[in-house]
């Protein structure tokens, strides 16, 4: 801490603990908090003052009432502190770890010397540069898997959360001293991938645009989606009219009357619609109905009846509230537009069946468009990572581990870690952990047809992690609600004999919402990562063209570039990850808020100092008579290296996003009253080496959260 690490510094109380005689036990440190004020605080006296006083407790308190006792007890535990606070305090100051160290009420503090302190803390940034805050090599491989986008969907808003953390977690680690292998799972297979090509051979095929075709690919699931649950959506759309507007249902009976009359449905079939429409449960079944043809014709005569419930003549109607009714009738023009789906609509889950099959037994002609399609995707992905500046060492495909993973449940089963049972292979994990209460339950591993579920790939795919990477741990960032099934694959490894099992880890996001609404990709209702991407960028550029307008057009382009990405990816690191995130873009986009922009003028400024004084002044410098402004901002200067041990164990980016906001404030304030560049000697030498060394740090910390450093904005 303030030029050691904070480590170290509980290192030497533990060892000289020891050395008094003293058990073994964690030391706490926390900083003095104080503004100009350089040092931390124990409270490991204390801690061990009830250990060390125990006996003497007990035989001063024996015979006493409760209450007397409790005093008594705790007069002589605060003595004791005291006691070994003093103790400790006089051995840490004979050692020279501090310039100044108290024993206060049982607490140690220790208290460095500015100018030394500073002048160590700036040497080590000055010595270390670019590599200041690495720490020393660890000898452990790390697997970070993160982004898993699936090929023929586009990649939306919410995909970003996931790629931010995963990128950020890699970099942290391995500035934490670990080898880092950044890995990509890819979900090429499976259902959404087979109605996505159904789609496009029956309605699409040869309209493909020369350009942004996995963008395209997209909205043809998009589209698949909305095709195969298109009778769901219509039925969901009258039960929902129904049940919630008792008006509406008023007017059933006329409607139902006017289907009769054009003779387009059985009685049977009318007689069922009136009871379902009128009874306002909500609960009409197409599957009850002798012909589902009725509906389409009942169809145009319900949105007749919006149309005229709109109408201004209408206001005592039986829909008055004309907002309800509007947004009825908005709704039901959106599926309307469609109408034209609900007869072939009743077949083309017949045909997806079909398509699976031809995946099933590989078909060529089928296997070939597959591999054409998805190398559409994989190209729109690569585009994307490279705007975000993102890299994979080890790319991992679904459909490569899928026979793989059939062979390890064979294997499961052989070992008696997996059973039959009710015909479906699974993992009575508890059971097998002999716990006896219920922890991680039991879990599928293959269905009883032999088609794979995620479970029999995930097994697979983990194990080639170990087996073939060598990996010591192994760390996942998939969402929150995935933990159960987390844990289950790491116990059902460690129950194989993986010791690396035991050094995995979940972590876990919540989902992103973007101006109150949720981000989905099924019902193209979502925002596709690219249109929030190209917000940013003309946003950025605005702010550019703001505080620099005489800035050279290539190059406004490139910091634009370098603003609007960093908003994306500071906006979804800067809250905790196990909350839901609301995305808002003036805030991510802010030079006055905890936002990248923020951070990136902070170093930006410092270049534009740093560039107008010329080189930096040689040998050692004056750090005496610091103000508060200075002394804090060589404390958090000072806290990187530490920062980035915190956030490796923790598996926090937030710890390393927070610090970086930290950071940029204590510069700013540095710059709001320090003069630097008229400063008199040997003032003005000591600031430019702080200003260059908070550069650093700031450079250090975005880049570690995948954000660049602009040098101008």
């Not at 290296?641 to 937030?654: D, G, I, N, S, T």
């Amino acid at each position: 801490m303030f030029g050691d690490t904070e480590e170290g510094l509980k290192e030497r109380i533990a060892a000289t603990l020891a050395d008094l005689g003293h058990a073994p036990r964690a030391v706490d440190l926390r900083r003095i908090p104080f503004s100009g004020a350089w040092g931390a605080a124990t409270s490991v006296a204390k801690a061990l003052a009830g250990q060390a006083a125990a006996a003497e407790v007990a035989a001063a308190t024996a015979g006493l009432a409760k209450k007397e006792a409790k005093e008594r007890a705790a007069a002589i535990l605060s003595a004791k502190a005291q006691e070994i606070a003093a103790t400790l305090a006089a051995r840490l100051l004979a050692a020279g770890v501090a310039d100044r160290v108290e024993a206060v009420n049982g607490y140690v503090n220790i208290y460095f010397d500015h100018t030394s302190v500073a002048a160590r803390v700036l040497a080590r940034v000055r010595a270390e540069g670019d590599d200041y805050g690495r720490g020393a090599p660890k000898g452990e491989r790390v697997m970070v898997e993160f982004s898993q986008p699936n090929t023929h969907k586009a990649m939306h808003v919410g995909h970003l959360r996931n790629i931010a953390l995963g990128n950020a977690m890699s970099a942290i680690l391995a500035r934490a001293g670990y080898e880092v292998l950044r890995a990509n799972y890819l979900g090429d297979i499976g259902r959404h991938v087979i109605q996505c090509l159904w789609c496009y051979r029956a309605f699409h095929q040869g309209e493909e645009p020369p350009e942004r075709k996995g963008r395209w690919l997209g909205e043809i699931y998009t589209e698949s989606y909305a095709r195969l649950h298109y009778r769901e959506d219509v039925i969901g759309f009258i039960n929902r009219l129904t049940s919630e507007d008792e008006a509406f249902r008023l007017a059933a009976d006329r409607m139902l009357k006017e289907l009769w009359r054009k003779k387009t449905a059985s009685g049977e079939d009318i007689a069922y619609l009136l009871g379902q429409l009128s009874n306002g449960k909500g609960e009409f079944d197409l599957n009850k109905l002798h012909d589902p043809g009725c509906v389409a014709d009942l169809w145009p005569i319900i949105g007749a009846q919006l149309r005229e419930e709109v109408q201004p003549t209408r206001a005592q109607g039986p829909l008055a509230d004309k907002e309800v009714a509007q947004r009825y009738l908005d709704e039901w023009a959106d599926l309307d537009r469609h109408a034209d789906w609900w007869v072939p609509a009743g077949r083309w889950e017949e045909e997806v069946r079909a398509t699976f099959q031809e995946w099933e037994r590989k078909d060529p002609e089928f296997m070939a468009l597959w591999e054409r399609t998805r190398a559409w995707s994989l190209d729109e992905f690569h585009r994307i990572y490279d705007q975000l500046g993102v890299g994979f060492d080890v790319w991992f495909y679904e459909s490569a581990v899928e026979e793989e993973g059939r062979r390890m449940v064979g294997e499961l089963l052989e070992r008696g870690i997996a059973e039959v049972s009710e015909g479906l292979p699974v993992v009575k994990i508890d059971e097998k952990l002999g716990l006896e209460q219920e922890r991680y339950r039991v879990l599928p591993i293959l269905r009883s047809d032999g088609t794979t579920l995620y479970a029999t790939k995930d097994l697979a795919l983990t194990r080639e992690k170990f087996e073939r990477y060598h990996v010591d741990r192994a760390v996942w960032v998939i969402d929150v609600r995935q933990s159960l099934y987390m844990q289950q694959i790491f116990k059902i490894l460690e129950l194989w004999g993986f010791e690396q099992a035991r050094h995995c880890h979940h972590l876990g996001y919540e989902m992103v919402t973007l101006q109150g609404a949720a981000i989905s990709s099924r019902k193209g209702t979502g925002v596709l990562y690219e249109d929030v991407a190209a917000e940013a960028l003309r946003r950025a550029r605005g702010v550019i063209e703001e505080k620099n307008p005489e800035m050279p057009p290539e190059q406004k382009g490139r910091v634009a570039a370098q603003v609007g990405v960093g908003a994306l990816l500071y906006g979804m690191l800067d809250r905790d990850n196990n909350k839901v995130l609301v995305f808002d873009f003036d805030e991510a986009l802010s030079l006055q808020g905890q936002s990248a922009p923020y951070i990136q003028y902070a170093h930006a400024r410092a270049c534009r100092i740093l560039e107008r004084a010329g080189a930096l002044p040689e040998g050692e410098q004056d750090f005496s008579d610091l103000t508060d402004h200075e002394v804090n901002l060589i404390e958090q200067i000072a806290l990187l290296p530490e920062e980035v041990q915190r956030a490796a164990r923790e598996y926090k980016p937030l710890l390393i996003a927070t610090y970086a906001y930290s950071l940029a404030v204590r510069v700013n304030d540095f710059y709001e009253n320090c003069r630097v560049l008229d400063a008199p000697e040997p003032r003005r030498g000591a600031r430019l080496v702080l200003v260059d060394a908070a550069r650093r740090a700031l450079a250090a910390s975005l880049g570690l959260l995948g954000i660049a450093a602009p040098e101008a904005m």
